[in-house]
């Protein structure tokens, strides 16, 4: 059933995961925009309840995450990982709050919309309680194709190569490369918890766990999210998912088909005007996003954009995003204001 009930212009927020790297971005993310809450709530777990979390010029305390924790609450933002999304699901539409959810225990879900407000607000019209945010890696890849799908009949087939930030495995991941980076130069042995492997100075050729025919989930992901979003299951999408020791910011390289012709310079002008888009890209001045000095940006960035000559109709390119930002937590804001009343 279509969810009816009307959002307040100022609503209370309740950030559910409030102590991760998420959960953290998410609360700056609604300080920079000004969110117009009149009340923002932190939970985590019970080991964090009376610690601190940064809001404004102050700080929230943290409460422990319990089913009465949404009472009052119009909109939980959820980044506390897919077993507590699903635990706290009922509880939080009981409560007549809209769970705006960054795991993926619901995302393939007939009555839960998967959005990413550049490519598929429409969906939004048909939510019944919970909405899903993409994963970090199919964001990325669906804001610039929107713009370029559009300009060409629809997308055939996409091969996209992942290079993701040590950061999109959480807090735990983060500390890793830094205390493993520096246990290598010191010549220690090293601490390998977060990672199936040793991170600094190294790739892992996976994320996630493995899903059948060679497949690692995060891959099967991407492929079925973004025939989700953009409403169309004859996309054909490959991925090769890999971690690398960057700390913030996945990187992409994408080669894609499109069902009609569209020449670099259109493509470019659509990137240009494309919302939630910056092309970064001078092939002879050796111009390109690079992952390393993009943390804190809001956009995704191209880079590379060339002719892929050996497919019709084919385009080349290279993408930059902040996944914390975008990928998560602006996602997240951004669906949250898209609710809003309409001023
Ligand atoms: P993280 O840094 O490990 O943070 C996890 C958060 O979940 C913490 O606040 C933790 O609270 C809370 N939590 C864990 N168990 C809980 C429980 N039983 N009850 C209540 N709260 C609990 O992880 P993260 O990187 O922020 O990611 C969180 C989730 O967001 C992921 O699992 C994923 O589903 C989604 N996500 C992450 C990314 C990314 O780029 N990192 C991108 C897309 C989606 P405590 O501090 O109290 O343990
Ligand atoms: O590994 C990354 O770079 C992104 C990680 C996302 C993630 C991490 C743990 C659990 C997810 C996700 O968003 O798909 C999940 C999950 O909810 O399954």
Not at 87 to 101: E, H, L, P, S, T
Not at 208 to 218: A, H, I, L, N, R
Not at 232 to 241: G, L, M, W, Y
Request: with cysteine; charged share 25%.
């Amino acid at each position: 059933m279509t969810w009816n009930k009307p959002m307040p212009e100022h609503p209370v927020v309740a950030v559910a995961g409030a102590t991760g790297v998420v959960g953290r971005e998410m609360l700056k993310v609604l300080e920079q925009r000004n969110f117009p809450a009149s009340k923002v709530k932190a939970l985590a777990s019970a080991r964090s309840a009376g610690k601190t979390v940064p809001f404004k010029d102050g700080e929230i305390v943290v409460e422990e995450m319990t089913p009465e924790s949404f009472e009052g609450v119009d909109i939980a933002l959820f980044s506390a990982g897919a077993g507590v999304s699903k635990k706290f699901r009922q509880a939080v539409v009981d409560a007549g709050c809209v769970m705006i959810d960054n795991s993926s225990a619901f995302r393939q879900d007939e009555d839960v919309p998967l959005v990413v407000p550049e490519v598929n607000s429409h969906d939004l019209a048909w939510h019944s309680g919970v909405i899903a945010n993409p994963n970090c890696s199919t964001i990325e890849m669906v804001v610039p194709l929107k713009a370029l799908a559009d300009n060409a009949g629809g997308i055939k087939r996409i091969v996209v190569n992942t290079y993701q930030a040590a950061s999109g495995a959480g807090m735990k991941a983060m500390n890793e490369l830094y205390n493993q980076t520096r246990e290598f130069l010191d010549e220690e042995p090293l601490t390998i918890e977060a990672f199936s492997d040793q991170i600094a100075f190294n790739v892992i050729p996976h994320i996630d766990v493995p899903v059948g025919d060679g497949v690692y989930k995060e891959e099967w992901k991407m492929v079925v999210e973004t025939k989700k979003i953009f409403g169309d299951d004859s996309i054909q999408v490959a991925p090769t998912c890999v971690r690398v020791p960057v700390l913030r910011c996945h990187a992409e390289s994408l080669n894609v088909e499109f069902n009609e012709p569209i020449d670099v310079d259109a493509a470019r002008r659509a990137l240009e005007a494309a919302p939630g888009v910056t092309v970064e890209d001078d092939y002879e001045n050796f111009v390109y996003p690079m992952p390393g000095l993009k943390q804190g940006t809001d956009d995704v960035y191209v880079g590379r954009l060339r002719a892929d000559t050996t497919v019709e109709n084919g385009l080349a390119m290279w993408l930059v995003m902040d996944q914390i930002r975008k990928g998560a937590a602006l996602n997240a804001v951004q669906i949250a204001e898209t609710l809003l009343p309409q001023a």
